[in-house]
Every structure is written in C-alpha cells, then in structure tokens.
C-alpha cells in the first residue's frame, strides 16, 4: 500500500492536506473553508478522481464551512462513500443537520476506522 501525501494552502484561513492509501484518499481539512478559498478542496474531493474508492474527510480542524464547502464536499458521496472522520465541530455539525447532509456522510471516531468502515451502498 503506498502513501502520497501533499498539501495546500487555501490561503492564511483555511488548510487541505490530501493522501491516499491505497484506494482511500484521506483528506485533512483544518481552519475555515468558504467561497473564496475552496479550490484546493474541490481538486482534492474531486468525484471523478482515478482509482480512488473511498473518501475520507478529517474535519476535526474545521471551524467555519459555508454552502460552497459543504456542496465540495457532498460532490464525491453521490458516487462513493465519503466518511467523516473524528470529532465534528459543533457548527459543521449544525450544517450538515440543518441542510440534511448529514444523511450523506458515515462517520468514525478515528481516519483509521474511516479508512476500513464498512459503508452500506446508496439508495437513490
């Protein structure tokens, strides 16, 4: 299983920081994520991304996500399991429950548990 790693700054507000393990691309995203500083998190969770099966978000680190981080985010789960990973920010909680994206994601205690979680298929 091999591991790549990179990282990017969305600007002084916001950090993605991807690697993939496998077919797991495990994506950490940490300060504030809107509008003007969302494109390093689009390519990131980008939904037709080659040879990737899973996604895992760490949004442990998130504290602000408007509706354009929280669309990035849904775009990959319409085709594959996205799992978010640790403890959700109270306000990204609140989000996702408001909006009813929360339906959308699994969610583990940990990015190791995400990566191996067993996720039931869709219903559309």
């Known amino acids: 299983m091999g591991i790549n790693k ?3 700054t969305a600007d002084e507000r916001g950090r993605v920081e991807t690697r993939s393990e496998g077919e797991v ?3 950490v995203m ?3 994520f809107d509008m003007d500083n969302s494109d390093e998190l689009r390519a990131a969770l980008d939904p037709e991304a080659e040879g990737v099966e899973r ?3 760490d949004v442990s680190g998130v504290t602000f996500a ?3 981080a929280l669309s990035i985010m849904l775009q990959p789960a319409l085709n594959r399991p996205v799992v978010l ?3 959700v920010p109270h306000r990204l909680a ?3 429950e408001v909006t009813g994206a929360d339906r959308a994601f699994a969610s583990a205690p940990s990015v190791a548990e995400a990566s191996v979680l067993v996720v ?3 219903r559309r």
């Open 94 to 96: 609140r989000l996702l």
């Open 85 to 87: 990973a640790g403890e």
């Open 55 to 57: 996604f895992v978000l």
């Open 6 to 8: 990179d990282t990017h």
């Open 30 to 32: 940490a300060g504030e």
């Open 66 to 68: 408007d509706s354009t």
């Open 25 to 27: 691309r495990i994506v």
């Open 120 to 122: 039931p298929p869709r």
